[in-house]
């Protein structure tokens, strides 16, 4: 950690399929892919984004309307707000447009080098945007399905 380098085992994940509940078996779609990666590896990651919470909070760099993976907040805080909003309109007699989207697969999508550049744009600056670096450079996988594993591949983002 000295170094601000991540161990290569750290980085390498096992991803295991598993079927979603009531669904065809034989499409690729129905599965959920369930990432196994390393214990100390994942402590760790607690460990900075505990720091990296910390920092956007303190530094009040996350907009309020954000609600998921805070500290004292949830996403059922939105459901309150638009059921306030919805029983005001209605006592009111007025309209109200609600516009909801999911961004399917947004995970997956997330651009590491963003994350990155957002770190440096923020002043976020010392040993944690190094270790962050380390820890998304070179990440790799395979798939385990029963007692058989595919070849390694580089996750690429």
């Known amino acids: 950690m000295i170094r601000h380098c991540s161990p290569s085992e750290w980085k390498m994940a096992v ?19 369930i990432s196994l990666t390393s214990c100390l ?4 990651e607690k460990l900075v984004n505990r720091r990296l919470q910390l920092f956007l909070e303190t530094n009040d ?7 998921g993976f805070r500290r004292g907040r949830s996403t059922i805080d939105h459901l309150v707000k638009l059921s306030d909003k919805v029983l005001r309109a209605f006592d009111n007699r007025e309209h109200l447009v609600a516009v909801f989207f999911d961004i399917k697969g947004a995970y997956d ?46 996750l690429e983002n």
């Open 61 to 67: 760099i996350l907009v309020p309307y954000q609600t």
């Open 15 to 33: 991803v295991v399929p598993i079927l979603k509940p009531g669904k065809d078996p034989l499409l690729a779609k129905h599965y959920r892919p």
């Open 109 to 154: 999508m997330t651009w590491r080098h963003g994350i990155l550049e957002n770190m440096s744009k923020y002043n976020l600056r010392g040993n944690l945007p190094n270790f962050v670096r380390s820890f998304l450079e070179d990440r790799r996988f395979t798939v385990k399905i029963g007692d058989t594993y595919s070849q390694e591949h580089i």
């Open 41 to 44: 590896g994942k402590l760790l």
